[in-house]
């Protein structure tokens, strides 16, 4: 099973700047690929970039071109830089990964417990 951790969030003024970091933990064989959401009460988990190890990445519309998803395999840390925030960009951020297990085992969806982001106006 693999365990995310979050860290990075808290409060920042209209326009500032935030770096989010996450990292995996546990028994497994390597992680596959790494995502940040974004969840605000009332409102479905939003994708904000995912990250395929060796692979692509994807954004999604909230933050496009505000924000700059890394991975570092040496550390099964992901981080999440993002620019220009804005008060609509306050909420829960949560970590996600996929993972190949012990066995070879293709694993989905761990998911952090999430960090709040809150931007002032």
């Known amino acids: 099973q693999v365990q995310l951790v979050e860290s990075g969030g808290g409060l920042v003024q209209y326009g500032g700047s935030l770096r989010l970091s996450c990292t995996a933990s546990?028994?497994?064989?390597?992680?596959?690929?790494m995502a940040w959401y974004r969840q605000t009460p009332g409102q479905r988990r939003e994708l904000v970039a995912h990250?395929?190890?060796?692979?692509?990445?994807t954004y999604g519309d909230s933050l496009k071109g505000r924000c700059t998803i890394s991975l570092d395999n040496t550390k099964d840390t992901t981080y999440l830089e993002m620019s220009g925030l804005k008060p609509e960009d306050t909420a829960v951020y949560y970590c996600?990964?996929?993972?190949?297990?012990?066995?070879?085992?293709?694993?989905?969806?761990?998911w952090g417990r999430g960090t709040q982001v809150t931007v002032s106006s």
């Open positions: 990250s395929i190890y060796g692979g692509s990445t």
């Open positions: 546990g028994t497994f064989s390597r992680i596959y690929s």
């Open positions: 996600n990964a996929d993972w190949f297990d012990t066995t070879g085992g293709f694993r989905r969806d761990a």
